[in-house]
């Protein structure tokens, strides 16, 4: 099974690595939305967003001079309908663009490539260190949890703790596996925290390094 790993903060990515990056969290986040379209806050995004565009263009039909004024009504809200879904979605990719540049530029990085599919996250901050776009396609093969379980044993190595925001109370339960409470509720999900390991080999709080296929260094 092949893998591209993690790379080090010190080190530069390839832009490619970043481009692929974020492709898979947007592919990603497009099917949660289409299986789910509430459990995730750009769910809510991609509502709100449609919303304001379909209503701009309907009232700019209302005061065109090309003829659109003329349009059965249906019509007109069927075009600003599309319209705003085109533009919110356009808005999400790219912010997802962002994300390549996050990538990049995080402290430690992770994609996991292999023939069953692929995954990803990163890691940001620096004094408060957060997991960020952990994604995974296709989902239920067990990649994120490869890239989860190896972003807390480096974490782990330098005796930190580790944040992250859970979007949805599904993800609560999941992100419990590996170590994660939750702290409180944020704007945009839950806040959970894994806290570090005893300094002590053995001692309480010990976590071993996971098993399984690690998510390969560059």
Do not use: K
Not at 63 to 92: D, E, H, K, N, Q
Not at 119 to 127: D, E
Not at 186 to 198: E, K
């Amino acid at each position: 099974m092949s893998s591209h790993g993690r790379t080090s903060g010190t080190r530069t990515r390839r832009r490619g690595q970043a481009f692929v990056f974020a492709r898979g969290v947007l592919r990603a986040e497009l099917d949660q939305i289409r299986r789910r379209p509430f459990s995730m806050p750009s769910g809510w995004l991609v509502l709100v967003l449609t919303a304001v565009i379909a209503s701009a263009v309907a009232n700019g039909a209302d005061r065109s001079t090309y003829g659109l004024a003329r349009l059965p009504v249906t019509l007109v809200y069927f075009f600003a309908g599309l319209a705003g879904l085109a533009g919110s979605i356009g808005l999400m990719v790219l912010a997802h663009l962002l994300e390549a540049l996050s990538f990049r530029t995080a402290r430690h990085a992770y994609l996991l490539r292999t023939a069953a599919g692929d995954a990803g996250a990163y890691i940001r901050g620096r004094h408060r260190l957060t997991l960020s776009s952990v994604w995974a396609w296709p989902r239920r093969t067990g990649l994120g949890a490869q890239v989860v379980q190896q972003a807390c044993h480096d974490v782990d190595q330098a005796q930190a703790p580790l944040w992250l925001v859970a979007a949805n109370r599904g993800l609560i339960v999941y992100y419990q596996r590996f170590g994660f409470h939750r702290v409180r509720r944020v704007v945009t999900g839950h806040l959970m925290l894994r806290p570090p390991p005893a300094a002590a080999i053995g001692g309480p709080g010990h976590r071993p390094e996971p098993s399984g296929q690690p998510v390969r260094r560059q």
